[in-house]
C-alpha cells in the first residue's frame, strides 16, 4: 500500500491534465454551443473528407519514409561497439532538444527561395527549385522531425537481441541476408510496431509543419482543427474532429498491437 503511494503523483497529474481534458473534448464534440446533444459535429467531418484523406496518406508517406531511414540507422547503431553507439545515439537525440518550432524553421531556411539548397543549385549552374510550399517539403519536414521517434525504439529492441541467435544462425550457414530478413526483423517487430506508432500519430495531426513548410498551401486536419478552435471560435465543431482523429488513431494503434501483443516494444531507452 505504502508503494502505491508513489504514482500518487503522477495519477494526479494524468487525471489533471489527461482525463479531465479529454472528458471536456467529449463533451464539446456532441453539444452545441447551447449545450444540447447533437451528432451534426461528428458528421460535420465528412466534408472535409478529402483533408483526412491527405493527412492520412501523408502520415503514411512519413511512416514508411521513417522506418526505411530509420531501420537501417537503428541496425547500424545497434552493431557498434557501446561508446559509439552511444554517441552516435547522443547525435539522433540533440535536434530533439531544439524546439520544435526551431527545427522546422531551420528546414525552411534550407528549403526557401534564396535558402542553402538554391544557393548551392545555383553556384552548380542549376535552375532553382521551388519547395517550399510543396507538398514534398511537408512530407521532408515531418520526416525530419519525427525520424527519431522510429530510430530509437527500434534501436532499443535491437540491442538487447541476444548475440548467441545471432551466432547460431550463422553456425547453421546463414548468410547475412537471411539473419537479418530470418533472424533480427522478425524477432525486432515490436519495435518496429512501436516506432510506426509514435511517428504515425504526430504526423497525422501536425498542423505547424504543413503551415510553415508549405506556407499554408497544403491543408490537414491538424489545421483544421486549429481553425475551428482558434480562428473560428468554435470549440464544439473542433473537439468533435480531435475526437474523431483520436478514434482513428486508436483503431491504428490496435491494429499494430495484433503484431506486439504482449507490448513488448521499445520505449525512448
Given amino acids: 500500500m505504502k508503494r502505491s503511494w508513489y504514482a500518487a503523483p503522477y495519477a494526479l497529474w494524468m487525471l489533471m491534465f489527461t482525463v479531465v481534458p479529454l472528458l471536456f473534448v467529449c463533451y464539446y464534440a456532441f453539444t452545441t454551443k447551447t449545450g444540447d446533444f447533437t451528432l451534426a459535429n461528428i458528421t460535420k467531418i465528412f466534408d472535409y473528407t478529402p483533408v483526412l484523406l491527405d493527412s492520412l496518406r501523408l502520415a503514411l508517406y512519413c511512416t514508411v519514409l521513417c522506418l526505411l531511414i530509420g531501420y537501417p ?4 547503431l545497434s552493431s557498434k561497439d557501446l561508446s ?3 554517441s552516435l545515439a547522443v547525435l539522433i537525440l540533440v535536434p530533439m532538444w531544439m524546439n520544435f518550432l526551431l ?3 531551420a528546414m525552411m531556411t534550407l528549403f526557401e527561395n534564396n535558402g542553402v539548397l538554391n544557393s548551392i543549385f545555383e553556384a552548380l549552374g542549376l535552375p532553382k527549385q521551388q519547395i517550399i510550399g510543396t507538398e514534398g517539403a511537408v512530407l521532408v519536414g515531418m520526416v525530419y522531425n519525427f525520424l527519431p521517434f522510429m530510430i530509437l525504439p527500434i534501436y532499443t529492441v535491437l540491442k538487447k537481441l541476444d548475440p548467441r541467435v545471432i551466432e547460431a544462425a550463422e553456425d547453421l550457414g546463414a548468410n ?3 539473419v537479418i530478413s530470418r533472424v533480427v526483423l ?6 518496429i510496431v512501436s516506432g510506426i ?4 500519430m504526430p504526423a497525422v495531426t501536425t498542423f505547424a509543419i504543413s503551415r510553415l513548410m508549405s506556407s499554408g498551401m497544403i491543408y490537414l486536419m491538424g489545421d483544421m482543427i486549429e481553425e475551428y478552435f482558434i480562428s473560428m471560435n468554435n470549440r464544439n465543431v473542433g473537439s468533435a474532429m480531435s475526437l474523431v482523429m483520436m478514434v482513428l488513431i486508436l483503431i491504428s494503434i490496435g491494429l499494430l498491437r495484433k503484431a506486439d501483443p504482449e507490448g513488448q516494444g521499445g520505449g525512448l531507452w
Fill in 73 to 76: 540507422a537503428a541496425y547500424f
Fill in 84 to 86: 559509439r553507439s552511444q
Fill in 103 to 105: 527545427r522546422t524553421y
Fill in 176 to 178: 547475412p541476408f537471411r
Fill in 186 to 191: 522478425p524477432l525486432s517487430v515490436p519495435g
Fill in 197 to 200: 506508432t509514435m511517428v504515425f
